[in-house]
């Protein structure tokens, strides 16, 4: 049943937009959800999109522009007059409206506000404005169902039933006091098996989770997993209900923050999408690439540092890459895990003292396993002295040892100093381990070999 | 507001136990949320944690059980009776406790099937272990409301208090005709606007998003956060209703799939927790490291093939860990921004042209920028020979070219092949660039040099 955008579709609407057939191009439209027809901006020209977006009624518009890549939206509201972004944001949620504003450049902003007829929605907005996009007030919307405390069950409903009008979607239905302090919720579920004669003091939930308007995305990502909530109120610093978050935000913030640790696990410095240009994925890509650079660069100077004996020992140098690799890999299976073991909260207590002891363990295990299969292969394929096959051997059970211990130590130091842990898994852990990986094989050889 | 599992709590909580106070016990954590109560058990003794279920009302224990990491889960249902456990699965919804029983032994699993008494509960949980845990049919749950086409507005709210009541939470109310086949649904706020005597048939919104048994969960993933859905409706194969996916799975869902993609990137061939045993950890780290072992391997015969010319150029061996820092990042880069467009959907058309395109002159930008640092690092730093240095950078330019083509094309064609193509960014992508970016540096430095 799954609406697919067909190459069809595409020039049927592209020949419609030439010929300038508005009609059928609106009735073309009309049962296409709005996420869709942001598929279908994506598709068409600059030109199109932007023919597109001022033929269709901005009920519509305003929805599908909310849908777009970031980067096209960009490109489209560049192309609309203040006055065109005013009447989309009119139909926006103020979630949504306001986000767009924080896109917008300051000049623009004001512009747009200015021309918003809806001075509620305009004050709503500029509240919104005033939070951190990442905080519970940056991630709210004002639209809300609330009822006071001391109405009954029957004066609630016509008023809910003013209210939901002009809320997207109804979620819990929050009950407050005289003074708009938050006291509770009441459930769909308990309205539908309410009797008319009861009052709402005498219903409602007293027990509600809210998040404070400086809550951080992410614990409110945690809460709302956690209590599988639908949506959150969200209160001022005097308890006073000023918003709610609804789950369906929050499913968009989870798999824009997993994206972006992806993304810094890849080492990426910022952000990106695929079709950025070149010069916004160099910024990206080009600082990890030059951290990586100076961290081979260290590791030629420690080399070079030992030429003199590499001239006895001429076979040790072709097992460099070997030593680097597993260093490398090591430390970030290592850090990995303790970044993921942050992020989900499931590391607790004393957890450098137990993360070390695990990982000391796996690395003893693991590295008795290479170490022995790398013995052999080098004393019988690169016909090693037995000396130098078992200063290898020992090297890489250190080396793994070690990337272990510093995959595991740095991840939880950033923590704790308030740095995303999730930097750790970029390249900064294998550049390090790189280099402290082949400056340990070189001292344990020449411990073990005697140059 | 939110609930914190104090040290003291928890030592309250150890002492109750101990000192048999059941009331007192049950009357401390009668406030506390089924998901703060999972908290508690992991946190106590084995023996601890198996009394505080047993004493508690099943109702609460049977969601806090859903809520416990799987190893804890694991622990606790070990100690349980196939009675005890049936008793806790009669309370959960359908999705949930067929969940369960997915987790048991074959043997188990029919004890505890025999031992629910509710025959529906039974019927519900046996048709849903027929599915593929990772389909909507496995993902559903059977609890929804739904109401006939054919009643009046009325007869549907007497009809819908009644299915409420075994709905943890109502939804969208999907509408059938007398044949159990799905024609729409009816949103909550359409029915509080509604007047008492509309039929359904009038107000029902036919035009409603589904999914069959056999969709993928990432397809459901994809198409309730495109359309911000709470709750999808789940047909078979002759379009009856038969069950509904809610949005508190899918964050789940959405979540696990993160963790484990960032798990695959970093090296672990199957999902591990952080508590798992140094056996589960070493089984999925291993595999990983070997193949990296085997690339060091490799890359030790190549430089073994060459040592003969590295008596005249020792020189070069000392950018080897240079050359395979970079060819390693590259490779990561390229396929970690193709494997996050093939996993959101961002890459549509002739991807492969797009991508080398884009990413080749992304290489040529970065690579230009790293080889002239080098070249003068390299002449001036390490007294490289003018050709030597030349080599090397013009192999470097080579190398991040190489990666980024392989990095990118990797995950295409595993993609193509229906192979997860997060694979790709494990140590196999930066394994199989360490070995080709230091064949082709020698190469590379063979043709310059002519050894």
Redesign the interface.
């Known amino acids: 049943?799954?609406f697919q955008i067909s190459n069809e579709l595409i020039e049927k609407i592209q020949f419609l937009i030439e010929t300038k057939k508005d009609e059928e191009l609106k009735l073309h439209l009309d049962?296409i959800?709005h996420?869709d027809i942001a598929e279908i901006v994506t598709e068409l020209s600059q030109e199109d999109a932007i023919y597109l977006i001022k033929l269709l009624d901005s009920h519509k518009t305003a929805e599908a522009i909310m849908?777009l890549?970031d980067s096209v939206r960009e490109r489209i509201l560049e192309s609309l007059s203040a006055k065109e972004i005013a009447n989309e944001l009119v139909e926006m949620d103020t979630d949504d409206a306001a986000d767009i504003i924080n896109e917008l450049s300051v000049e623009l902003q004001q512009q747009v506000i200015s021309e918003i007829d809806d001075e509620q929605h305009v004050e709503d907005i500029v509240e919104l404005l005033r939070y951190d996009e990442d905080s519970a007030g940056g991630l709210m919307a004002k639209e809300l169902v609330k009822v006071n405390e001391n109405w009954s069950v029957v004066g609630c409903?016509t008023e809910?039933?003013a209210q939901?009008?002009n809320?997207t979607?109804?979620h819990s239905i929050y009950v407050v006091d005289d003074k708009n302090r938050l006291k509770g919720r009441l459930?769909?579920?308990d309205l539908?098996?309410a009797h008319n004669n009861e009052n709402i003091r005498d219903i409602y939930i007293p027990?509600v989770?809210?998040?404070t308007v400086h809550t951080e995305g992410e614990e409110v990502a945690r809460?709302?997993?956690?209590?599988?909530l639908?949506a959150i109120p969200v209160i001022d610093e005097v308890k006073r209900l000023v918003g709610r978050i609804t789950?369906?935000d929050?499913?968009?913030f989870?798999?824009d923050e997993?994206?972006k640790?992806?993304?810094m696990?890849?080492?990426?410095s910022e952000d990106?999408?695929?079709?950025d240009n070149?010069f916004k994925?160099?910024r990206a890509?080009?600082p990890?690439?030059?951290i990586?650079?100076f961290?081979?660069?260290g590791?030629?100077s420690i080399?070079?540092g030992f030429?003199g004996a590499?001239l006895t020992f001429?076979k040790l140098?072709?097992?460099?890459?070997?030593?680097?690799?597993?260093a490398?890999?090591?430390g970030?299976?290592s850090?990995?895990?303790?970044v993921?073991?942050l992020a989900?909260g499931?590391?607790k207590g004393n957890i450098i003292a137990k993360?070390l002891l695990?990982e000391t363990?796996?690395a003893i295990?693991?590295g008795l396993?290479?170490a022995i299969?790398?013995f052999f292969?080098?004393s019988f394929?690169?016909h090693t002295s037995y000396t130098e096959s078992i200063s290898i051997g020992v090297a890489l059970i250190s080396v793994i040892l070690l990337a272990a211990v510093i995959g595991t130590i740095i991840p939880i130091v950033l923590d704790k100093n308030n740095i995303d842990p999730a930097v750790a898994?970029g390249?900064f852990i294998?550049?390090s381990n790189?280099v402290f990986g082949?400056l340990t094989y070189f001292l344990i050889a020449k411990l073990i070999l005697g140059f």
């Not at 809460?223 to 599988?228: A, E, G, L, P, V």
């Not at 696990?265 to 990426?268: C, E, H, I, K, L």
């Not at 140098?317 to 597993?326: G, H």
Request: glycine fraction near 6%.
């Open positions: 049943m799954q049962d959800h996420a849908e890549e409903m809910m039933r939901a009008e809320v979607r109804v459930s769909l579920k539908l098996t027990n989770d809210y998040v809460i709302m997993r956690k209590y599988d639908e789950i369906d929050i499913v968009d989870i798999k997993a994206d640790d992806y993304q696990a890849a080492g990426f990106i999408e695929v079709d070149v994925q160099t890509r080009l990890w690439l030059l990586g650079m961290g081979g660069l590791a030629a080399i070079s030429q590499m001429p140098l072709l097992f460099v890459p070997l030593i680097q690799a597993t490398g890999n090591v970030v299976q850090s990995a895990i303790v993921q073991g989900n499931t590391l993360r695990k363990s796996l295990v693991n396993c290479i299969i790398v292969i080098s394929g690169f898994t390249p294998t550049t790189d082949i």
